[in-house]
């Protein structure tokens, strides 16, 4: 049998209530103040530091390392903070093309709260070329929003990292060490450096300085026998040699690098939560070379731009000079995230995509190759 | 100049919903997007092996084909219900509440809940059945004054639906208590207050009853690829209906018109002026009044200052090395309280340091292949009642997150004896500063305006058509009449689009 609500103890008195509460409300809202609204609120102001997003800044200092690397010191626009072993694109107009890359910074992140940030670049491609032969003291340049989970995480890492560097994979760790020695972090941290020579390896003097009894840095040479210096390659043998113990592993370096270390870790049988791996930028692709045409939508322009096969999405574009979004070149961040109206693609590495964006046909055009003739739509920069 | 006959301001769900709706019913429309994705906070996210949901823990009201939930209807009539794999959820939720010593999991389904409820709290059924009665009439009544936009008419109202109307104006907690529920009955039962934001003693009782409903008639759903399936969904429909979309675009301005003080146009980050008389703005009134405007009306002023922010949010993402039977994780979706007063829970939740509420979801335990075999994955999140991630310094914050990262593991092992620590291979956190970044609400806020007594769900869809002041500007989303949560977004953007369509036909 249906029941009647009653809250007071006559009906029509719970009806009067109901109906005071538009007045009320109506009162209410044309009590407030006339107080203009903030234009910002403070926690807004902190995601602004914490995630600046692009950002113009000036070249200030320009250092040789060794004979192929360079770092690069700007003053941003506005201080900001990163987390160390986080990268940045930096990025600037090279003839008709807007370029940009994705550098680990090598920099403290307590300075980039000062307004500096250092970026250290190894001479092996068309931007870092054009940075060691052009770039000078007082150039602009964009940097953008500090980004990549490369980084220590102290709700689940092990208390101690053993970073495996090789070459100029060096930079996040000698950013992870400024962060241990000055206190921003805390966890010990032994370093494995791989270089060829000694004359190749870079920030030796700056590490040896950061040595404590967090910090230890062991260096390994494959082209030199030294004293002092490890010789051959970073394996198991040489990780037992100096760690024991519960530690995660994070390692940035080239290719050949991984595929060598992967095979040695698995004999430390290290499970998935203590290895981290600092991803690659996707580079072009050894097939035979192919012309398609791009059909490419951004705001209310459309574009035609030639591609090549050997190449990807993103690169035809850049070369075309449209101004596209890029950030960590290597298919995770999904910043390049763009629509495939039609045309078939090859992916390099694994497919990093969301499950519903290869379902509805988007993809990410830094890790793309085009396979036909293809028309996307794609966000401006 | 570029023109079209309405601009959506921002792709979240409210925004999405409102641009099917201007196109189905023939406007000219661009949705303009600040974020490089659509769908605002729903969306998902990769972490090494793991794919996150963004923060849809189950949504409601959906049902099945032969059993349609309000937002089901919804989706048929914007075509996008068949664009998505849907999968339902299994039990309505486990709360756990350390004061009390309660510890109650609860089933969907009304009479599945009424006799779950009867044997944890003896004597409830009378109680918890006139509740599910009244929560039906509710859902019946606002039903109606959805289908006449807001203009009911008394006679009606208290001929078909005077229990509703009688228990209108009052909170959850006085409603309950003049249905003499049992006390434990009540806590089990107002475990989803935290989904609303607002605390039970000054929670309108038709809002809360209405969303029990909507969760517990008929079940939860989830979408298979996370709310980001939904999200594209609803952006392939826009296209395949002819509108416009820019992403990596932010609305800055709204253009006035020096006549009536009516949308005139849009100014996009880039300069680009767009002529338009309408706009849907799924964003909070205090950005658009505060900052996109030059010419605001004194009344939306007072208006906003006289709201009150909702709760800031926080949320954890965990990608476990272990699957969820191994790590002792036996439910869907938990609610940790300290106590079931929820007046002092509330309290509670102002600081970072007094708040340990939890909302928690293990993926797995409604949808196992979520994740790769051997692992499963979990989100945890709470709100904070006051700015008080205002008062944490950039250089603090990394620490603070971290505190609060920790402080929600140990509690989740502690009430629910699983074991969590040693399993985590991915963490990701998102704090009021993740929200404020990605989405633009101040302070982080997630839940739009506090759904307070006094400005509760049925006093603002009474007062729809007198909130809306400015000539072409109407709003979606989880500031706007419907209040927070999915569902409500969808709907609030199918009643501001549809407002809208009607807006344009009136000017001819």
Redesign the interface.
């Known amino acids: 049998m249906?029941?009647?609500?009653?809250?007071q103890i006559f009906?029509f008195m719970?009806?009067l209530?109901?109906k005071?509460?538009?007045p009320?409300?109506?009162k209410?809202?044309?009590?407030?103040?006339?107080?203009?609204?903030?234009?910002s609120?403070?926690?807004?102001e902190?995601?602004r530091?914490?995630?600046p997003g692009y950002q113009r800044a000036k070249l200030v200092a320009v250092e040789q390392n060794t004979a192929d690397t360079k770092t690069y010191t700007l003053e941003t626009q506005n201080p900001f903070?990163f987390?160390a072993g986080q990268y940045v694109t930096l990025g600037c107009k090279v003839g008709q093309s807007e370029v940009s890359r994705p550098y680990a910074i090598s920099s403290a992140p307590k300075a980039a709260?000062g307004r500096k940030i250092s970026l250290t670049v190894k001479n092996c491609g068309f931007f870092s070329g054009y940075l060691f032969d052009h770039a000078s003291v007082g150039d602009e340049f964009t940097v953008g929003d500090p980004s990549g989970?490369f980084c220590y995480?102290?709700?689940?890492d092990a208390e101690h990292v053993v970073a495996l560097a090789g070459g100029s994979g060096i930079t996040p760790f000698y950013s992870m060490a400024q962060a241990v020695a000055d206190g921003t972090d805390n966890y010990a941290l032994t370093i494995f450096y791989g270089a060829r020579t000694a004359e190749d390896l870079i920030f030796k003097k700056e590490l040896d300085a950061l040595v404590s009894d967090k910090i230890k840095v062991i260096y390994v040479l494959s082209d030199e026998q030294k004293e002092g210096f490890e010789h051959g390659f970073i394996g198991a043998g040489l990780i037992k040699k100096y760690v024991s113990g519960d530690y995660t592993v994070m390692m940035c370096g080239p290719q050949a690098m991984y595929a060598f270390a992967e095979k040695e870790l698995a004999s430390l049988g290290l499970?998935?939560?203590r290895i981290k791996k600092e991803a690659n930028c996707v580079c072009s692709r050894d097939v035979k070379a192919e012309k398609y045409e791009l059909t490419v939508h951004i705001?209310?322009e459309t574009f035609k731009i030639p591609a090549d096969s050997r190449e990807t999405i993103l690169t035809a574009m850049e070369r075309a000079g449209l101004k596209v979004?890029s950030k960590c070149r290597a298919g995770?961040c999904?910043?390049c995230?763009s629509k495939l109206v039609s045309g078939k693609f090859a992916i390099a590495g694994a497919d990093?995509?969301?499950?519903?964006?290869a379902?509805?046909g988007?993809i990410h055009p830094c890790c793309f190759y085009p396979d036909s003739d293809m028309e996307l739509i794609v966000?401006?920069? | 100049m570029k023109k079209y006959d309405a601009v959506v301001i921002g792709a979240g769900n409210g925004g999405l919903v409102a641009a099917i709706r201007l196109l189905q019913g023939g406007a000219k429309t661009l949705l303009v997007e600040k974020h490089n994705l659509p769908g605002g906070f729903a969306t998902s996210f990769r972490r090494g092996r793991f794919e996150f949901e963004a923060s849809l823990h189950e949504l409601n009201d959906f049902g099945t084909a032969d059993n349609a939930g309000d937002v089901r209807v919804l989706f048929d009539e914007l075509g996008v219900t068949d664009k998505i794999e849907w999968m339902q959820i299994p039990e309505a939720y486990r709360v756990i509440s350390r004061a009390e010593k309660l510890d109650a999991t609860m089933p969907f389904g009304v009479r599945a809940f009424i006799d779950k409820m009867e044997q944890y709290v003896p004597g409830s059924r009378d109680s918890v059945t006139k509740f599910f009665e009244l929560a039906e009439e509710v859902r019946l009544a606002q039903a109606y004054s959805s289908a006449v936009n807001g203009k009911t008419d008394p006679k009606v109202m208290v001929g078909k639906y005077g229990n509703f109307v009688r228990a209108g104006s009052y909170s959850v907690n006085e409603v309950l208590k003049a249905l003499k529920m049992p006390k434990k009955a009540r806590d089990i039962l107002n475990a989803y207050w935290c989904y609303l934001g607002a605390h039970c003693d000054d929670l309108s009782f038709v809002h809360y009853a209405s969303m029990v409903n909507r969760y517990i008639l008929r079940g939860a759903s989830m979408p298979k690829m996370r709310s980001h399936e939904i999200s594209l969904a609803l952006v392939e429909r826009i296209r395949e209906l002819g509108g416009d979309i820019l992403f990596n675009t932010e609305a800055v301005k709204i253009l006035t018109d020096a006549q009536d003080g009516g949308v005139a146009g849009v100014v996009l980050d880039d300069g680009t002026q767009i002529a338009a008389r309408h706009v849907v703005a799924n964003c909070a009134p205090h950005i658009v009044f505060g900052r996109m405007m030059d010419k605001v009306p004194e009344c939306e002023i007072r208006a906003a200052n006289a709201r009150k922010f909702s709760g800031r949010g926080f949320t954890m993402f965990l990608g476990l090395d272990a699957d969820a039977d191994e790590l002792g994780i036996e439910n869907h979706n938990y609610f940790l309280y300290d106590t079931m007063d929820s007046a002092a829970q509330y309290e509670r939740m102002r600081t970072i340091r007094s708040n340990e509420v939890q909302a928690t979801v293990c993926l797995n335990r409604a949808f196992p292949e979520c994740s790769p075999k051997g692992t499963c994955m979990m989100y945890f999140t709470t709100l904070y009642m006051s700015d008080d991630w205002g008062n944490v310094r950039a250089e603090d914050y990394f620490r603070t997150k971290d505190y609060v990262a920790n402080k929600m593991i140990d509690r989740f092992e502690q009430d629910t004896g699983a074991k969590l620590r040693g399993h985590i291979e991915e963490i990701s956190v998102a704090t009021p500063m993740t929200y404020a970044r990605y989405c633009g609400h101040p302070q982080g806020v997630i839940y739009g305006y506090e759904s307070q007594y006094w400005d509760g769900l049925m006093p603002r869809l009474q007062m729809m058509a007198e909130d809306h002041k400015v000539r072409g500007l109407r709003f979606a989303g989880g500031y706007a009449m419907r209040l927070s949560g999915y569902s409500s977004a969808y709907f609030s953007g199918d009643i501001s689009g549809r407002q809208t369509v009607g807006d344009i036909k009136k000017e001819g």
């Open positions: 249906p029941f009647t609500f009653k809250k009906g719970d009806l209530r109901f005071k509460l538009v009320n409300r109506r209410k809202l044309e009590s407030g103040s006339p107080a203009a609204l903030p234009k609120y403070r926690v807004n902190t995601a530091i914490l995630h903070l987390r709260l989970d995480e102290p709700v689940k499970p998935l939560r705001g209310f979004p995770g999904g910043f995230h990093k995509r969301r499950l519903a964006d379902k509805f988007y966000p401006k920069a």
